[in-house]
């Protein structure tokens, strides 16, 4: 149940990243499928307000234009209504074939200098004077001279006398013309026109009332117009097949057009531009959506967030609470619920009574352990029978020792047993070596100084005890080097296996041996006392000085911690 | 129209007895102008009506009243007989609108309006301008030039009259039943003319026997076509 984050195998992505994959894509894909219906739909809705922008245009050029050419016709009626015009031309029209070449002269001249006199306040680009057969009299203005004296003036559309305005072609140029009758009783003697050129100027003006661009074309041939060259060209070409309203591509632009007015065979066309209208649309559209797609990210992060920290935290806590137990084996690990789901609180009870029935067969194997290791130790001991019960004595001195010495109860624990088992090597003594009642040569004493590697040996078979084989190995080391089996020196000597020795010669001391009686605790303290710094070590020797009358009776009796009492 | 020749007849008969006391032979002409034209046109499609005021308020004249007919050339000899005619100004308006009168004869102008009026003319006939002139004064002009006399009103730009100087007194300006008589036509072959200002003229051939009357109908401009 340790953490895996140093293994070298791939490892799958965090949650984090993955609920900020989902969302992101999520939100990626509703705002694709936005943005298509936005571009979609624009673009149809832009084709539709184009047209009905030209629909209205018209409407308005209609309504606007209408009312122009009836005030142009009350200025020209006004205008018509010159006494000496109408006397000139009367009596012209009378006399033409039989007055003198002078006299016509002069009424011609009457007529073009009355004429200059009303063109002058009239803003028109021609002002034109006919006779009763529509044939040019006189005519005045900034294009005056495109109207040559005789010449008829052919109407486009329809016949002259019918119409009132119209377009006429004059001097290579296009005039839309407003005329009216001149009359003398309700007899008309003449007509007025007043002309106005069909040129680029004609078509930027209409363009702004009619707040679109505009091309007039006449009999299949662009006259004027507000579009760029190759526009208008491509528009006249397509122009002959022209329906009245509808879209064409333009120079690759799509446009939408609408005639505003027909007047024979000429016709003013008011276009918009879709791409371009789109174009503007569309940005706003985009630059919204950008808008909303960077908010919807935001929220995607911050929900991600919220929502992974929300998984993957107790998750966190879980796995480091397990982690944590992890590292102290043994200990009963018990986690708290985190209250963040269901799930993971499901979890953690399981896992909770996962550890707790896992402890407590660790507990009943350890105690089994534990107890088959003290009737090992209490059967050694049972060998010599001077030494029944020694085990359980060292262990319980070494356990007040190390109390006085303030080690954690984990070492404390470790001591406990690791006493209990000290001379576990010894059975590996024969008995006429460890039973001998004499001096020891030295080849048995030899024999003898094998049993802490022995011990070893056998408690490494254990797994558990691994911490418990230095106070077995070491129990007999001295801090003067002079010690067995290594002949380790001072603080090389573990702390766990100086107290067991010095436990181990309190006990040894105050025990009766076959070749010499127990002796009193007193005596064998002042003993352990003379080889402090030499043979112990002389703060655990502190210690037991401080530590023993806590463990021992008044007789000096040591008390073992089962109640068992046993003789000193 | 038959009760009108007998009518006529009888009229003949008197102008006959008149004319035989005098010393040349004569005969007349009579007939009937129809006019087919339409001659008060105005546009349909003109949205502005004339700036003449109060100008309706009199019934015009019938536009028969307009057709002067005479003869093309008689070849008169001897001292025309000058008049001395009225055309008033009236209602805005010329009265009578066409005038025709001998070479030599006299027109007043008397202007009958509450307001002025100006009468001049720029023909070839007679070039003049009276001035302007309030109510109830009336200036005079001499016409000593035969041909067509147009005549406007420089403050009233739709009023006009037309007045016919003829050097004969050969001619007639139909009644509005549209007959006409002229008489004291030496006897001969003429061409007679119908004239309107502004439909036309149609002319035909007449012969004039002495004491008789000839009979010329006339359609202006043209014969319909039945």
Known sequence: MTASTSSPAPQPPRLLVRTLGVILATVALLLIAVFVFVFVSVRDQVRQSVAAGLESGQRIYAAVENRRQRELQSQAATLAENPTLKATIDTYAAEARTASQARIQEWLATIDNELEKVAARVDSDALILADTHQTTLAAAGRLGDRWPRGRPIAMAAGKPSDTIDGVVRAGGMLFRVVSVPLQLADVPIGTLYLAENLDDRYAKELASLANAEIAIVSDGLLVASTLPQATAREFEAAAASRQPDGTAVLDGQAYAFRRLVQLGSTSFYALGSIDESSRAATRTAIRNLALIAAGAAALALIASFWLARMLSEPVGRLSASLAAAGRTPGARVQLARTGSSREVDTLTDTFNALMASVAKAEEETQAAYTGSIRALATALDARDPYTAGHSERVSVLSVAIARELKLPDDDIEVIRLGALLHDIGKIGVPDEVLLKAGALTEAEFNIIKQHPVAGARILRSVPFLLPHIPIVELHHERPDGRGYPHGLRGDEIPMHARIVHVADAYDAITSKRAYRNARPSGDALREIWRFAGTEFHAEVVGALATALPGVTSDTGELVVDHGEQVHA | ?226
């Open chain 2, 1 to 226: 129209m038959l009760r009108g020749r007998v009518l006529f007849g009888a009229c003949l008969l008197l102008s006959a007895l008149a004319a035989g006391a005098q010393p040349q032979e004569t005969g007349s002409i009579a007939g009937h102008i129809r006019l087919t034209a339409r001659v008060r046109a105005p546009l349909p499609a003109n949205p502005y009506p004339s700036r003449a005021i109060g100008r309706h308020e009199a019934p015009a004249a019938p536009e028969i009243r307009n057709v002067v007919v005479y003869l093309r050339d008689p070849g008169f000899k001897g001292a025309l007989p000058a008049s001395h005619v009225e055309l008033h100004q009236e209602n805005e308006t010329f009265v009578p609108h066409v005038l025709a009168i001998t070479k030599g004869s006299t027109v007043d102008f008397p202007n009958d309006d509450p307001f002025f009026h100006n009468v001049f003319s720029l023909s070839s006939a007679a070039t003049f301008n009276l001035g302007r002139y309030p109510r109830g004064k009336s200036k005079a002009q001499t016409f000593n030039k035969a041909g067509l006399v147009k005549v406007f009103c420089d403050i009233h730009s739709h009023m006009s009259a037309s007045i016919l100087v003829l050097d004969h007194p050969y001619f007639a300006i139909p009644g509005t039943d549209g007959n006409y008589e002229i008489r004291n036509v030496p006897a001969g072959q003429y061409t007679i003319i119908g004239w309107h200002e502004r439909v036309g003229e149609r002319a035909a051939s007449v012969r004039v026997d002495a004491g008789r009357q000839a009979a010329v109908d006339l359609t202006v401009p043209v014969e319909d076509v039945p």
